[in-house]
């Protein structure tokens, strides 16, 4: 007799001798994959690198203030201003639109502006004549490139040091300190090379200016 090979319909009811192990298996992997790899990497990365695993936050007064890996949008003369952001959020007059907002963590992008893009000219051509006129620079004085253009996250929290030197002279007159005293602390508070040979010297935006007010703080008791 030849035996007929009948195959289970789509309809048909499981097995009941699979349902045990697809039960068991799902669980273990639940529990694996779900609860004890992320314990277990969390507890690693709080045990070696706490800081990090915490935001690499930055408190004043106990209270946090920023991230040291994720810039702030500065205005004020007073303050070092970080390199402009191409970040978007929602538009309160209608959901449906975006509008500019500088370093939006929500919403981390670039413009993705070619080389060539008119747009991105016009951009850096306007950013670079606020720059200089907001620094008191020459009309044909180089500008650093990070001072007009956007990093490709929108967030950088870094500035060269050719950026934090040019605006010395504007916080230090509105804030009545010597530039001096002010070019030395960007020094102070600057970042070398990683490893001494990647990258570019740097420093932090939100920790200069940090650094800045509490200079300010000591001198009148100075």
Request: hydrophobic share 40%; glycine share 10%; aromatic share 4%.
């Amino acid at each position: 007799m030849t035996a007929i090979n009948q195959t289970r319909g789509p309809g048909a009811p499981v097995s009941k001798g699979l349902l045990r192990p697809v039960l068991v298996s799902a669980v273990l992997f639940m529990g694996v994959t779900g609860l004890a790899y992320p314990l277990l990497t969390t507890g690693l990365a709080q045990m070696l690198f706490p800081d990090q695993s915490r935001g690499s936050l930055i408190e004043r007064d106990g209270a946090p203030i920023g991230s040291a890996v994720i810039g702030q949008d500065f205005t004020k003369p007073q303050y070092f201003h970080p390199r402009p952001s191409a970040t978007t959020g929602a538009d309160p007059a209608s959901s449906s639109q975006t509008i500019a907002q500088p370093y939006n963590a929500a919403l981390s992008a670039g413009s993705n502006y070619g080389p060539t893009n008119k747009k991105l000219i016009d951009q850096v051509r306007a950013r670079a004549q606020a720059y200089r006129t907001e620094n008191g620079l020459a009309a044909n004085s180089p500008v650093p490139v990070d001072a007009v253009t956007a990093s490709a996250s929108g967030l950088d929290p870094d500035i060269s040091l050719a950026n934090a030197l040019a605006q010395a002279e504007r916080v230090g007159r509105a804030r009545g300190m010597p530039s001096l005293s002010v070019k030395a602390l960007i020094g102070h508070e600057s970042t070398p090379l990683q490893l001494g040979m990647l990258g570019e010297p740097r420093v932090n935006v939100l920790k200069l200016n940090l650094a800045l007010d509490a200079l300010a703080a000591q001198r009148p008791a100075q």
